[in-house]
């Protein structure tokens, strides 16, 4: 759902970078577990608001400057069950991220191993045995999404 980018002010507050459509929608959770490394813990949020371009945030627990600066870099996460469903032909990043990707002629691109936003669409980091792809999640390339197979057919070739 998004990281810690660092320390907002001396009272145990945090920068916090939202991954989600809408920045402020992260403060609709109650609790935040927060990770570096596979170590997940979980926190009550306090209080919270929208400041330029980040949230700032403050967690129970987390009280000064140190304490706030020592969680930078960790990711930010909420529990899946409290999530809305995703709507038809939308998905969660976490939802792609493995996924095979084949085109339509059958030939394996690699796995989705990542995603970022450009503004203008999501973009498919796809990791294949030798290469890496950097695909439009567009519906120019991205023809289907079969979640259970958990597989993403693309109009996107080998030599692209």
């Given at each position: 759902m998004g990281?810690?980018?660092g320390a907002f002010g001396i009272r145990?507050?945090?920068n916090v970078v939202a991954d989600t459509e809408?920045?402020?929608s992260l403060l609709d959770y109650d609790t935040w577990w927060l990770s570096r490394d596979g170590d997940w813990r979980s926190y009550?949020?306090?209080e919270g608001a929208v400041h330029t371009k980040k949230l700032a945030a403050k967690l129970v627990g987390v009280d000064g400057r140190d304490a706030a600066f020592a969680?930078?870099?960790y990711q930010v996460a909420v529990p899946r069950s409290l999530m809305p469903a995703a709507a038809e032909n939308e998905y969660y990043w976490s939802d792609l991220v493995?996924?095979?990707v084949v085109n339509t002629a059958d030939e394996v691109l690699g796995k989705v191993e990542k995603l970022f936003e450009t503004g203008a669409n999501d973009v498919l980091v796809v990791k294949g045995a030798e290469t890496e792809r950097l695909l439009p999640f567009v519906a120019q390339v991205v023809l289907k999404v079969?979640?259970?197979a958990r597989c993403i057919t693309v109009d996107w070739g080998l030599d692209y």
């Open positions: 990281y810690v980018s145990g507050w945090l809408h920045a402020d009550t949020l306090e969680l930078k870099s493995g996924m095979a079969d979640v259970d």
